[in-house]
């Protein structure tokens, strides 16, 4: 039997196999999935905002995706994996609500995304599949088994990325 092992919003976890890691409710957030594909070891963090650097209240660090990255990196490898053989796969991001002229504070879902993607690039950590954009939320889960990341959504099916 599998653990479920859940993962609030603006939360971080890992899991070694045989577990499943899931988040709920993704709109303008960004689940970030790792995956250690020879020591079977997952990460997700669930991140609100694309940076701690511009927010004075800043101290939760699985809420952005700067801090988020590193700290799931960091738990991963103090459980056994390596960098090296990590990869990376996004969902989220959606723009929830349509604005008339879109502003760029309200784009928020395409700047976690964007953060998102930079911070991995910057951490030598490639990006081997994203649901990310839309106007949808995700519920996600992440196996441990195989790094499988199954993408659910309201109105557009299920789908393993």
């Known amino acids: 039997m599998k653990d479920l092992i ?5 939360d971080l976890n890992i899991a070694k196999r045989p577990s499943i890691l899931t ?39 699985a809420k952005f995706a700067d801090t988020a990255i590193v700290q799931l990196i960091k738990q991963m490898e103090q459980n056994g994996a390596s960098k090296c053989n990590m990869v990376a796969k996004l ?4 723009q929830m609500f349509s604005f008339g002229r879109t502003s760029e504070i309200m784009r928020i879902g395409e700047r976690n995304a964007q953060a998102s993607k930079e911070m991995l690039t910057n951490m030598s950590i ?36």
């Open 6 to 10: 859940k993962v609030g919003m603006a």
């Open 23 to 61: 988040t709920l409710g993704l709109g303008s957030c960004v689940g970030i999935a790792l995956y250690d594909k020879i020591y079977k070891i997952a990460g997700l963090a669930h991140i609100m905002l694309p940076s701690s650097t511009q927010i004075k209240n800043n101290t939760n660090i």
């Open 91 to 94: 969902a989220g991001g959606a």
């Open 126 to 161: 490639p990006i081997i599949a994203e649901d990310t954009g839309g106007n949808h939320g995700r519920t996600i889960e992440l196996y441990t088994e195989d790094g499988n990341l199954l993408v659910k959504t309201i109105g557009h099916g299920s789908r393993y990325i």
